[in-house]
């Protein structure tokens, strides 16, 4: 055999094998399927923080009736991620950031990073008291508990040895923990007689109200809970959709009006709703902030009523909603709620993003409410019912 015909075999058998390997490789793939779509089952990309409050898609809106759930919520950049489809109860169920991560700033910008600084390695005397005290009313504590704090620091506070920093924090996490005591914080219990226990949420516009309610809704059906969510902010077209969507993306229905309609009538509805569908837990949204010819108190008041009228015994909750990065202001907002409605626990929202979660002792001690949840960022699972022992350890890094 001569070089060329070596040549002109190899060649052969070389293309006679790449034919067999390409003819494999078509037979492996399943019938009709587009290369195209291995992209589309790609995770979707997260959604920008800011990006996050604003609906960009229409939602359709029928008066007083439910938006249906669809069987596969379509991706919005309006809302977090979507939680997983639960069929009851979800397991393990899913946690949000540790309590250490959500008061990083405050531990480390805030008064904790200051108090460390004012005490390591001083000896105790009336100049680092002050400075103490300068240091808590920094993180929003309010004069009246950094004040007691301070007294107690004053007239109880036994130094031992060493580094003074360490132990004026145990001191403190110790005297926080007095002062969240005796108050039911945490989740608020719902054992109603007849379902459905309703939940109302109130606050001041921005303060998180809408997306508190779409991370509870997820949380309690995480839980077993069967829901259905209330659009009550008919003012703002944007508020409605925000909650249908938030409703698509947990999977629980929602009663949404139309703009303009009254607010008390859409509950009303959503009342009776929640009674025929043996509906576990209703919750409320209402307007923060109205039109200058409607009474923010008056129209509260009203919706109260009407919970009332079309749930007997209902609203069983009364949620405030409070903006933790507004320190002391949130607790002066909280006067006018309190006056329209009988508030029964406060909600917190975004502890991730402030430097004043010394606002939370305040809040506590001031208004003698419980805090029943923490909203720790703008995530579906970003919310933990609210607990004392916990708050205390991480906020003072005590173990
Ligand atoms: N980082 C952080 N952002 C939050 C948290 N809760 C809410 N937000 C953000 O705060 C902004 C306002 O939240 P909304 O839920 O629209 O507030 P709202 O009280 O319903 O506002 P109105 O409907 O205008 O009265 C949104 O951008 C939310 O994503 C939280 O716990 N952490
Ligand atoms: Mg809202």
């Not at 145990?170 to 608020?188: Q, Y």
């Not at 109205?290 to 509260?300: A, F, P, Y």
Request: no cysteine; aromatic share 4%.
């Amino acid at each position: 055999m001569d070089l060329s015909t070596l040549v002109v075999s190899v060649l052969g058998l070389a293309f006679v094998v790449l034919v067999v390997l390409v003819v494999k490789r078509m037979a492996s793939r399943k019938p009709g399927r587009l290369l195209i779509e291995d992209d589309l089952d790609q995770p979707e990309l997260p959604v920008p923080p800011e990006r996050a409050s604003v609906p960009t898609r229409p939602i359709k809106k029928v008066t007083g009736t439910q938006l249906p759930v669809p069987a596969k919520p379509t991706p919005t950049p309006a809302v977090p991620p979507a939680a997983p489809e639960p069929s009851k109860l979800v397991f393990p169920l899913p946690v949000a950031k540790p309590w250490d991560a959500s008061l990083e700033r405050t531990r480390k910008e805030g008064f904790i990073a200051r108090l460390s600084e004012v005490f390591h390695r001083g000896t105790l005397d009336e100049a680092l008291v002050a400075q103490a005290e300068e240091a808590l009313l920094t993180a929003d504590i309010g004069v009246r508990t950094a004040s007691a704090l301070v007294d107690a620091l004053r007239s109880e506070f036994k130094p031992g040895h060493g580094d003074l920093g360490p132990q004026v924090l145990r001191f403190l996490h110790d005297h926080t923990l007095e002062m969240l005591s005796g108050l039911p914080h945490g989740e608020p219990v719902l054992d109603v007689a007849t379902p459905p226990a309703v939940i109302m949420v109130v606050g001041v516009n921005g303060t998180g109200k809408t997306t508190t309610i779409g991370k509870m809704a997820n949380y309690y059906k995480n839980r077993g809970k069967k829901l259905l969510l209330a659009a009550g902010d008919t003012y703002r077209a944007a508020g409605m959709d925000q909650l249908a969507i938030w409703g698509e993306r947990v999977g629980v229905p929602v009663v949404v009006g139309k703009p303009g309609q009254d607010p008390a009538s859409v509950m009303f509805d959503a009342g009776k709703q929640a009674i025929e569908q043996g509906v576990d837990l209703l919750i409320a949204d209402t307007a923060g902030r109205l039109h200058t010819n409607v009474n923010l108190v008056d129209e509260l008041k009203k919706v109260h009523r009407v919970l009332g009228k079309a749930v007997p015994g209902g609203p069983h909750e009364v949620l405030l909603l409070l903006d933790s990065t507004m320190g002391q202001n949130a607790v002066r907002q909280a006067d006018v709620f309190r006056q329209a409605v009988d508030v029964t626990g406060i909600a917190l929202a975004k502890l991730d993003g402030t430097a004043k979660g010394g606002v939370v002792l305040s809040i506590a001690r001031d208004m003698g409410l419980p805090i029943r949840f923490v909203g720790v960022g703008e995530g579906i699972d970003d919310i933990r019912p609210f607990d004392a022992k916990e708050f205390a350890r991480a906020l003072f890094q005590v173990d």
